[in-house]
């Protein structure tokens, strides 16, 4: 059953720049956003690391949030390359993505060390976008929802009272940056799907944020967010140009 929406379930949008960006591009970026005015939603945008500071510098005065595409599930030490989470808070960072599929296939990432990253963000006060999802592989061989589940158990188990506290992005493999979308109605039967599972770990599963993504575009953003279990998106390319990105934002009014 799809969770009634609560007030604390404003819908979010977040951008991730992925390995995008320089100095010039990323201030006309910046700008772009800031000048559209009041947005009908939270709103961020996750950065390469070298960036954060320009970011924390441009947007330290406006309603949009900044945050990392990673982070370390040490604290400090010989980790060589690494990024802490104490270090990304000292940049005011409000959100970190981790376990994202890229991380995940070209890193190795297990469930494990996502969760491990996710536990190391929330003990400095960072949300950890939680990222799950599923290959065309998979989906084809009907493994969806035990992909996705294993996937979430694993943050679950780990973050223990605490697991209300993330947000969750469902971002199915086969539809990021392939140009494929899930439909809306696949997209919701796994959202719901998900905040199911949430349900038996913590009182706080209808407030929590679910974000879809795989290739959200301004045309197809509204259907996305306006189903039952889907408070916003974690967007990709989209979120390069601001026209775009600020189209996607304004399509969550209707959630």
């Not at 009908?40 to 900044?66: D, K």
């Not at 990432?109 to 999802?133: F, M, N, R, W, Y």
């Not at 599923?134 to 589940?149: F, H, P, Y």
Request: net charge neutral; with cysteine.
């Amino acid at each position: 059953m799809s969770a009634q929406l609560s007030d604390s379930r404003r819908p979010l949008v977040v951008g991730n720049w992925k390995m995008h960006g320089s100095h010039a591009a990323n201030e006309q970026l910046l700008e772009g956003l800031k000048s559209a005015g009041p947005l009908p939603c939270e709103v961020a945008v996750c950065v390469p690391f070298p960036y954060l500071a320009q970011a924390a510098e441009r947007l330290a005065r406006s309603a949009i949030a900044w945050g990392a595409q990673d982070c370390s599930a040490h604290e400090q030490g010989a980790f060589t390359g690494e990024v802490s989470a104490p270090m990304l808070a000292d940049f005011g960072c409000r959100y970190a993505i981790v376990g994202h599929s890229e991380r995940r296939a070209l890193h190795g990432e297990s469930d494990q060390l996502v969760a491990d990253k996710a536990k190391a963000a929330l003990a400095k006060g960072i949300t950890p976008i939680v990222c799950v999802g599923e290959t065309l592989a998979q989906r084809e061989a009907g493994e969806t929802e035990s992909v996705v589940k294993r996937q979430l158990s694993a943050v679950i188990h780990t973050l223990a009272h605490c697991a209300g506290e993330m947000v969750v992005a469902y971002e199915p493999v086969w539809a990021i940056g392939t140009g494929r979308t899930a439909t809306p109605e696949q997209a919701q039967a796994v959202h719901a799907l998900l905040r199911a599972q949430l349900a038996a770990a913590t009182p706080r599963a209808a407030q929590m944020k679910l974000l879809y993504g795989g290739s959200v575009k301004p045309d197809n953003a509204a259907q996305l967010f306006g189903q039952p279990d889907i408070d916003g998106g974690l967007i990709g390319g989209a979120s390069l140009k601001a026209a775009d990105f600020v189209a996607i934002c304004r399509a969550a009014a209707n959630h």
